[in-house]
């Protein structure tokens, strides 16, 4: 299994991976590019998993280099499993990306990061119709603090395994929903 964190720029891509991480980090350039990225290995469940920090990009429609390279090894890797990183304070202006990578099939665990600036700004987030809405695991996280990611993490499985539970937790709700019309 391979984990891919992607976003936007300044998002907290890089803290992330950095606490996700151990020592055994790699740096390269993509090949034929100057854009580098950052390759290490974490454990899920007594599983090692490789994670990469993509560089940012604001959609799959590449406008530059670095985005172009994003969107090359997202393709590349047909069976990892995506954490969309998100500045919880600029929520509607990040989902594109986020519905972008799901309408493509990846399995995707979204961490609603900065939830800390987002607090400080008076800006609330309903994370469980969020949930609800999108169909993947959507954690408030503090990267920088690393409060929320254990929680995240352990959703990263959940999310590989086709998120059955979702997909049933939200027909559910859908038929609810009609039920009260
Ligand atoms: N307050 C706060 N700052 C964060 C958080 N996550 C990352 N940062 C800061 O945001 C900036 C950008 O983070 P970085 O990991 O380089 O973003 P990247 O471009 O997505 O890799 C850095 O100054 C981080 O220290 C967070 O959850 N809360
Ligand atoms: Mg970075």
Known sequence: M????MGHPNVGKSVFFNRLTGAKVTESNYP???IDY???WMRIM???VQVVDVP???S???KDKAEEVAVKMLRESKDAVIVCVI???KIERSLYLALEIMEEGYPMVIALNMWDIARDKNIQVDVEKLEGILGVPVLPTIAVSGEGMRELV???EEAKKGNIQMILKNAEGMENEADHR
């Open 2 to 5: 391979k984990v891919l964190l």
């Open 32 to 34: 034929g590019t100057t």
């Open 38 to 40: 950052t390759e290490g």
């Open 46 to 48: 007594d599983k090692e």
């Open 56 to 58: 940012g990009t604001f």
């Open 60 to 62: 799959l429609d590449p």
């Open 87 to 89: 500045d919880s304070s």
């Open 154 to 156: 352990s959703r990263i």
